[in-house]
């Protein structure tokens, strides 16, 4: 099969030329000087698995190379690349290093599959791409993926893992739930200072320890765990090596018992809240006639803006529905000048665009009324409805794993693909990007969350990538067929969709009870 044919997301421009293919030799090297050489480095790391060819970075370049280039393209925004393979070597153009990362990408794809194989003794003449000439940039500059760590934690090297699965694709954009009614997973540090005598370390001493327990998950109970302060900057550092940047939310002022068990002054009895376990929402809420609140939401908005790499800071909003209207505003409205004064530019599920927001500020809609969010000149939105973005649905009743609330379904890789972010009256110019979220009440283990993100985040990459008008949902099917064999060989667990003809079947996340396991997968009780 030709694999120009078969890229996801689908390019802006793919013209096959006249001419014999490029077969990358044992003697290639990888041209790159000044900021596009982490860029090479990332591509001759992967290239060097599966040929076992050495690949060095050379600065100057003859027949044969792979030639990464930082010049102006004349249109496209700074993730464009243009991409053009002969018989003599590829170049692969583009303003930014993140218009390369992107095109590298393709690239990828433009290899047989094998090159995704950590074999290193393949035959000469396996590494073969057609002659081609690709031009492309993104429909909108925000394609993100969201982890709700707080249900049930993921580690660093597991977010690592879920990124370098998501940037292959050419999602930028990694948003993290950090905070939650079960669990508090960002380390605050214990200011010099604290008015109202608040002990910020319990925060993950005790919320940290938190996680859902469902007896239709496998294993039952989340696991807990929490970010150090250093932790967090290390996964900025990895993410923005691959053209992602990481949102932190912190959820305000509903969804918060995990601070309320750790810090009693948030509670207006003065006592601590009990842990929860239960994957109930919408049943705590902070005070608005605690001055200590607001003591409080400065502290953990101030520290985590001051290590946070990237412009965005989510202080959620969403489902406060034991918070009082008046109290709401008050709240929220307090909270948005905080996060402002950060100097990063403040996101907030749809429900906090009740209050007066800075021009600028971002909404991710999610659920209920678009128009009012639609009616917000002043913002930018991030889509995220729920009922073609959200990755916790079910695929079937039938599904081990994953939520039922969302009306409408089947939840597959078509309902996440059928759709136009620009819609309710939105236009693209108002529209920052989408956005997936993976929700965690029922995900134990990396496996069991790729399983629910695949294939329906590959859709959804298509989606915030590619324009409406080149967008096929037949010919996607065939595409996605084509990656399965892909993403097998990198050991991503996609749920097989019966409507796809798979070219590979993947791994099973959910071995049966007492079957021998990796470690990775959890404990399989029956």
């Not at 099969?1 to 689908?10: A, Q, V, Y």
């Not at 053009?84 to 433009?110: E, H, Y």
Request: without cysteine; glycine residues 10%.
């Amino acid at each position: 099969m030709n694999t120009t044919d078969t890229l996801i997301p689908r390019p802006s421009h793919v013209a096959l030329q006249d001419g014999p293919a490029f077969t990358l030799a044992a003697s290639a090297r990888i041209v790159a000087s000044g900021a596009a050489v982490p860029v090479a480095e990332q591509l001759a790391a992967l290239l060097r698995t599966a040929t076992g060819y050495g690949l060095p970075i050379a600065e100057t370049s003859r027949p044969g190379d792979i030639a990464l280039e930082l010049e102006e393209l004349p249109d496209g925004g700074r993730e464009a690349y243009a991409l053009t393979v002969t018989a003599d070597g590829v170049r692969l153009t583009a303003s930014t290093p993140a218009g390369l990362f992107n095109g590298t990408q393709t690239l990828r794809q433009l290899f047989p599959a094998a090159i995704e194989e950590s074999t290193g003794d393949a035959d000469a003449g396996t590494w073969v791409i057609p002659a081609v000439e690709i031009l492309d940039a993104p429909r909108f500059g925000y394609r993100g993926l969201m982890l709700d760590v707080a249900r049930n934690f993921l580690t660093v090297e597991e977010v690592k893992e879920q990124i370098d699965v998501m940037t292959q694709f050419k999602f930028n954009a990694l948003h993290l739930h950090l905070t939650d009614d079960q669990g508090w997973r960002i380390e605050i540090h214990q200011p010099p200072e604290s008015p109202s005598g608040l002990d910020y370390g319990k925060l993950t001493a005790i919320g940290g320890q938190g996680a859902v327990e469902l007896p239709t998950a496998l294993p039952p109970r989340g696991k807990s765990g929490f970010y150090t302060q250093q932790d967090y900057k290390d996964l900025q550092a990895y993410a923005a090596s691959k053209n992602v940047v990481v949102i932190p939310e912190i959820d305000l002022p509903g969804h918060v018992n995990a601070a309320l068990a750790a810090i009693p002054q948030l509670n207006p009895d003065g006592q601590a809240k009990p842990m929860s376990t239960t994957s109930e929402v919408g049943w705590s809420t902070l005070s608005a006639d605690l001055p200590v609140t607001y003591e409080f939401v400065r502290e953990v908005l101030g520290q985590l803006a001051a290590i946070t790499d990237g412009p965005y800071l989510h202080i959620g909003g969403d489902e406060a529905h034991v918070t009082g209207h008046d109290d709401y505003i008050t709240m929220v409205q307090e909270f948005v000048r905080i996060g402002a004064e950060t100097g990063k530019t403040v996101v907030g599920w749809n429900e906090y665009a009740a209050v007066d927001l800075p021009e600028g500020s971002v909404i991710q809609y999610w659920f209920g009324d678009l128009e009012a969010t639609v009616r917000r000149a002043d913002a930018t939105v991030i889509m995220s409805p729920a009922a073609t973005t959200y990755l916790d649905q079910k695929y079937s009743p039938e599904s081990p794993i994953g939520l039922e609330w969302v009306e409408g379904g089947p939840f597959t890789w078509a309902e996440y693909y059928n759709w136009d972010p620009a819609q309710g009256g939105l236009h693209d110019e108002q529209i920052l990007g989408i956005e997936g979220p993976l929700w965690t009440e029922t995900v134990r283990n990396n496996q069991q969350a790729q399983w629910l993100l695949y294939p329906r985040a590959i859709s959804l990459a298509e989606v915030g990538w590619s324009e409406q008008e080149v967008r096929n949902a037949g010919d996607f099917r065939r595409r996605l067929g084509a990656l399965g064999e892909r993403l097998a060989k990198q050991g991503v667990v996609f749920q097989e969709a019966p409507d796809v003809d798979w070219s590979a079947k993947p791994a099973d996340p959910f071995p049966a009870p007492g079957a021998p396991v990796s470690p990775e997968y959890g404990t399989i009780e029956a």
